[in-house]
């Protein structure tokens, strides 16, 4: 059984920073191409970042280049996403994705697995 495990949201303020971290259990994780994705109540879930299997190429949402850096460690089965400089309007739920294989890293369907999702709240 596939799971994905997000944590480290919380409540930040402006110009602040935070890591999340998701661990994966079910799966051989350094097979998959991990993403991080976010979601606003009335939108549609948004691509982030994205990381390849051996993490030599990432992939950002233009609003996040910058700031925020996605990584991964497969001994601990974990992909992380560093934030930094928040801005209000990154206020979302953050959920980490697992696929393999990845054509677009953008795309929601590309991804099999997704975790439960962490609340990520900037305050101004």
């Known amino acids: 059984q596939v799971q994905l495990v997000e944590s480290g949201g919380g409540l930040v303020q402006a110009g602040g920073s935070l890591r999340l971290s998701c661990e994966a259990s079910g799966l051989t994780f350094s097979s998959y191409n991990m993403g991080w994705f976010r979601q606003t109540p009335g939108k549609e879930r948004e691509f982030v970042a994205h990381?390849?299997?051996?993490?030599?190429?990432?992939t950002y949402l233009d609003s996040v280049k910058g700031r925020f850096t996605i990584s991964r460690d497969n001994a601990k089965n974990t992909v992380y996403l560093q934030m930094n400089s928040l801005k209000p309007e990154d206020t979302a739920v953050y959920y980490c994705a697992a696929g393999a294989p990845i054509i677009l890293a953008r795309i929601l369907r590309e991804y099999g697995y997704w975790g439960q999702g962490t609340q990520v709240t900037v305050s101004s």
């Open positions: 990381i390849t299997t051996s993490g030599g190429t990432t």
